[in-house]
């Protein structure tokens, strides 16, 4: 599935352990703790599980554009695979980066959400990638008018999650998650269904 011949694939495939290495200098102990250990090993058996997946379901596909789409997605997958393991050991390391771990989950989240949003356009019905639910799988058009609606809400729904990195309070922490899942998961859920009962309603 991916160029391994590339050096910056190899690089972000290796980037928790370049991360530990870099950190042993300043604290020789860091890879010694269990729980360091045991993110580096999840992430090693995690991200060889997903490249065979991707692997099998690319070769499973048979049409070429949904196999490139596949293929940018698995590239997204392994980015964010790549960055949560360095996020959890700096982390666990003690080092004091002003920071609010949950805040940066938020804005990756986000950035997945407004990174996959700008694949909705142009995608045509597929069982692999895009918005799955029964109503868009069973018409064309629920399909594309709900991955145009799909592709706003996303893009909106991201811009909320990554402004968490800027609120201070639980509260409005909290909100902007509920308004950001919501306009992501539900709003897409919610639109598809009255689509669909619309279209056969006339």
């Known amino acids: 599935m991916f160029n391994y011949s590339d050096r ?18 300043d604290f020789p102990n860091l890879f010694c703790t269990i729980s360091n250990k045991l993110i580096v090993i999840n992430y090693f058996i995690t991200n ?12 499973s ?16 997958v392994l980015n964010l695979t790549s960055i949560l393991p360095c996020m959890l050991i700096v982390n666990s390391s003690k080092i ?11 804005v990756i989240c986000g950035l997945v959400f407004l990174g996959f949003s700008f694949t ?7 069982d692999v990638i895009g918005i799955k639910i029964k109503w868009t799988l069973e018409s064309d058009e629920v399909w594309d008018k709900t991955h145009r609606a799909g592709a706003v809400l996303w ?20 909100v ?13 859920i919610l639109y598809s269904y009255n689509l669909s009962k619309k279209i056969k309603n006339n």
């Open 120 to 126: 909705f356009e142009n995608l045509k019905r597929n």
């Open 48 to 59: 060889c599980t997903l490249v065979i997946f991707f692997q099998y379901r690319i070769k």
């Open 96 to 106: 004091n980066l002003n920071w609010n771990f949950a805040q940066m989950i938020s």
């Open 61 to 76: 596909i048979s049409d070429k554009n949904h196999k490139e789409k596949l293929r940018k997605i698995g590239w997204r």
């Open 176 to 188: 902007n998650i509920v308004i950001g899942l919501f306009l992501t998961i539900v709003a897409p």
């Open 8 to 25: 910056k694939k190899i690089v972000l495939f290796f980037l928790p352990f370049i991360v530990l290495i870099y950190l042993y200098q």
């Open 155 to 174: 893009i909106l729904g991201g811009i909320i999650l990554i402004c968490n990195i800027f609120v201070r309070s639980q509260t409005g922490f909290f």
